[in-house]
């Protein structure tokens, strides 16, 4: 009962909404060649975005470097593939973001670290 609380609790934080993005293989009926195609996997998927800095330096450099990391709060029961595209709206912002590490797993949620997306690989 705590944790179906907690999970309620944790998902009105969830102002976003996530698609996610897969590439398939189709068959191009006029010549039968296979074609890689974009296939939606999840629609309207409620998440959140949540970004933070991380400032590291190197023996090599004397400036810091600055890093946003960028993790997706979303529910546990979703399989993410690697290589995914995601597609996040959130306030009123629509931004696309590919997985770039194994989702840490809770009771009640995931966190999933992203980094903008640029291109399949």
Known sequence: MVKAKYQNALKKLWD??????????????????????????????????????????????????VRQVIKLFISKNIDIPEGAKLVVTQEGRTECYKRSGKPAVYSSHQEVILELFKEYA
Do not use: W
């Open 16 to 65: 976003g909404l996530c698609d996610v993005f897969v590439l398939t293989a189709d068959t191009n009926k006029a010549n039968g060649r296979t074609v890689q195609k974009e296939t939606r996997m999840l629609h309207n998927e409620p998440c959140r975005i949540s970004y933070s800095s991380i400032a590291s330096t190197t023996s090599q450099n004397d400036a810091a470097e």
